[in-house]
């Protein structure tokens, strides 16, 4: 009996050369150690010891028999650390508060009981027999950065899912709820202020319109401080208020505030002049502005000790890493860490004007995260789409593991998800990961932009035999998986993106192998793939509550009910199909400026990169020659709106025909019939349509500009855009 003692001892904690092994049966001797405050940290704990080597530990206050996990708080410690080691049967996590003591247990699970948190409703473990643990284990970690945010509802939604993930459960954290970003509007309302005095906003071109604070008034100043005074008071367990900008360029250029413009190198000048006086009122408090657009460049004005400089890259080009492409970026980086140690860095990485579009910034996450690091930014938003957009999963947790360790590997991160989260279907979806990052690589003069569009990958990385290429991907993947439900679905979640590419290749009708119609038996349809893609799209978007196309609110419902109009508009028998445009206005810049856009057979989408003509700042009067005199019984053509890029539906459209373009048949004009307001919906597309019962073959479409932004508008004053669609002649 004694010999077989000693025998099992050994198998049950033994070692080899670099790790000591402790058997299912020897670690259930162990207890968690751990104060009264700790306890729900031990039962985390607890919860995994159980799901993955099958026993669940005593937790006590006090070692009974030396063989326990010890959870620990260094209050002492002025850094925030994380610390796992191991000597003489005991496992020692502690770190330097509780937040930290909670990521610190779960660096444990990841690490020693392979465990990943991969969404919030799935994690991924398997049962283990013993527990291996590095026979010299000494982990001590530092967090470079010590706020990190993905915006991602993952996150938002789940704060104990944030909490493995170790980020923020909100996008703001301390920030008062009021007053988060673009706040000047909400301190100085133009609805109370604008009539009585213009003098508080911004002067532009000799007009005072409210884009903008005057930021050298001091009424306007008098005004902020209260509103800022009534919010700490109103929420008295936050410390962070915005005094920033609204979302747009046009800053005062008054004779004072451009004074300060001159003599301090540039527009944020006033900015920080106005944010330093403010926050003077304010000392145990933060507040918060924007290095943003024409703020972004620093000045030789010193931010406040608790002025928090927000730094924006929207203008960055997401194919290629900041350092590499973004060199003005780059350098006010460099020149805001000159001024002050306080800056937050606002990240962006998704589409916002198609969320599920295929978006290959892939290899620029990890370098930007890092270029941020080295210049000690303690603070990273990373603005993801919030809503669900291309590998969502996937994109949340490798920018979560990123910004808790930037020294990670990007591949080795998309191996450790894909692998377990895509099963057998994994290695194709790495594939479509890392052929659609070098292929975007290739080509150094594509922009990749955070408003884009897909048909802008066209003729790149999503040209015809790419997109071909992609899909027989993800029928790999599919069949790879298909018996077993929840792989599947995941796998027809990954191809979304892909699928709504291929859809709006469909709509543009540009490739043979992505047809738009066919003809059967002499009849115009649409091909049966369109069919099953566009319902395959409407079934995977409304099985996995995915609702939003954009940052503009349009619905997914709202895709998918233009589509299938445009399905039924592109069947329809136009005569003008293919016929010549001649255009008596000037188009500018969209679909290359090239009239024949408006009878090619393509068809827009929501975005004005997709087969939209575009006028900014005149009417679009245009012709098209039927080629001969036709019977013409209706008229139509569809306009896009999206007013947050000053897009908006002409007032009116007027349709008229000839047969010898001197003589034309006119006809009542149309009217808008979803006027502008403040409350009109952001992104939308509005079909104009005349009956005509009339002979002709000279077909003319006249629409009216709506002109300059009105003042309610951030683009006060500014020109506003027309984009027309296909014109149908029926």
């Given at each position: 009996m004694r010999k077989l003692f000693f025998f099992l001892i050994f198998f049950t904690i033994s070692c080899?050369?670099?790790?000591?092994?402790i058997s299912k049966g020897e670690f259930s001797n162990f207890s968690i150690i751990s104060n009264e405050n700790n306890f729900d940290i031990a039962d985390s704990l607890n919860v995994y010891l159980n799901k993955t080597i099958g026993v669940k530990l005593n937790v006590s206050n006090q070692i009974i028999n030396n063989k326990a996990i010890v959870l620990s708080i260094d209050a002492d410690s002025k850094d925030d650390f994380i610390s796992i080691s191991f000597k003489d049967s005991l496992v020692n996590i502690s770190a330097n508060n509780k937040k930290l003591l909670f990521f610190a247990t779960y660096e444990f699970i990841e690490k020693y009981l392979n465990v990943r948190w991969l969404s919030s409703n799935y994690t991924f473990y398997k049962k283990i027999n013993s527990l291996k643990i590095p026979k010299s284990l000494n982990f001590l970690y530092k967090p470079p950065v010590k706020t990190r945010t993905v915006h991602s509802r993952l996150f938002y939604n789940d704060s104990i899912f944030a909490d493995k993930s170790k980020v923020t459960t909100s996008a703001f954290p301390n920030y008062i709820p009021e007053a988060r970003v673009h706040t000047f509007h909400r301190f100085v309302p133009e609805e109370i202020y604008y009539e009585s005095n213009p003098e508080f906003y911004a002067l532009r071109n000799g007009k005072r319109l409210p884009t903008q604070l005057c930021l050298t008034n001091n009424e306007v100043y008098n005004i902020v401080v209260d509103k800022v005074s009534d919010l700490f008071e109103k929420y008295p367990g936050y410390d962070v208020v915005s005094v920033s900008q609204d979302d747009n360029t046009s800053y005062c250029k008054c004779d004072k505030c451009e004074k300060l413009h001159n003599d301090?190198?540039?527009?944020?000048?006033?900015?920080?002049?106005?944010?330093?006086?403010?926050?003077?009122?304010?000392?145990?408090?933060?507040?918060?502005?924007?290095?943003?657009?024409y703020t972004r460049k620093p000045t030789t004005i010193i931010p406040k000790d608790n002025v928090l400089i927000t730094l924006c890259s929207i203008e960055c080009n997401r194919r290629i890493p900041i350092s590499e492409g973004c060199v003005d970026f780059y350098e006010d980086l460099k020149g805001w860490s000159k001024l002050t140690n306080n800056i937050r860095i606002w990240d962006y990485t998704t589409q916002f004007t198609n969320f599920l579009a295929p978006f290959p910034n892939w290899n620029t996450i990890k370098p930007n995260i890092n270029l941020f690091v080295e210049n000690n930014a303690k603070w990273i938003f990373q603005q993801h789409s919030k809503n669900p957009s291309e590998l969502f999963e996937l994109r949340s947790y490798i920018m979560a593991k990123l910004l808790w360790n930037p020294d990670l590997s990007f591949n080795d991160l998309l191996d450790d998800f894909c692998n377990h989260y895509y099963g057998n279907a994994s290695r194709y979806i790495k594939e479509y990961v890392i052929d659609i990052s070098e292929e975007i690589s290739k080509d150094t003069n594509f922009f990749l932009f955070l408003y884009g569009d897909p048909s802008q990958g066209f003729k790149s990385f999503l040209r015809p035999e790419k997109l071909v290429y992609y899909n027989e991907l993800f029928d790999k993947a599919y069949n790879e998986v298909k018996e077993d439900k929840r792989h599947s679905n995941r796998v027809e979640k990954a191809r979304l993106s892909i699928d709504y590419a291929s859809l709006e290749a469909h709509r543009k009708n540009f490739s043979e192998n992505f047809p738009l119609t066919v003809f059967d038996n002499g009849t115009k349809v649409i091909p049966q793939i369109v069919l099953n893609r566009i319902k395959r799209f409407k079934n995977v978007t409304k099985n996995n509550n995915i609702d939003l196309m954009n940052e503009m609110g349009f619905t997914v419902d709202e895709y998918v009910y233009y589509y299938e109009k445009a399905l039924k508009l592109a069947v329809k028998d136009n005569s003008a199909k293919s016929k010549e445009v001649t255009l008596l206005t000037k188009p500018t810049k969209y679909a290359n400026e090239d009239p024949q856009v408006l009878t090619d057979g393509a068809l827009g989408g929501s975005?004005?990169?997709s087969n939209w003509l575009g006028f900014v700042g005149n009417d679009m009067d245009a012709i098209i020659d039927l080629g001969e005199e036709k019977m013409i019984k209706n008229i139509s053509t569809s306009f896009l709106q999206v007013t947050n890029h000053v897009v908006f539906f002409p007032p009116n459209v007027e349709f008229l025909i000839s047969n010898d373009k001197i003589d034309w048949?006119?006809?009542?004009?149309?009217i808008n019939k979803k006027p502008l307001s403040k409350k009109s919906k952001v992104n939308d597309i509005q079909t104009f349509s005349q009956p005509v019962n009339k002979l002709g073959r000279f077909v003319r479409v006249k629409a009216?500009?709506?002109?300059?932004?009105?003042?309610?508008?951030?683009?006060?004053?500014?020109?506003?855009?027309?984009?027309?669609?296909?014109?149908?002649?029926?």
């Open positions: 080899t050369n670099n790790e000591i092994i301090f190198g540039g527009p944020a000048a006033s900015m920080i002049s106005f944010v330093n006086k403010i926050a003077d009122n304010f000392k145990d408090k933060t507040i918060s502005t924007l290095a943003y657009q975005s004005f990169y048949i006119t006809f009542n004009p149309i009216n500009n709506y002109g300059p932004a009105p003042y309610w508008h951030f683009a006060a004053d500014n020109p506003s855009w027309i984009f027309a669609d296909e014109v149908i002649v029926e």
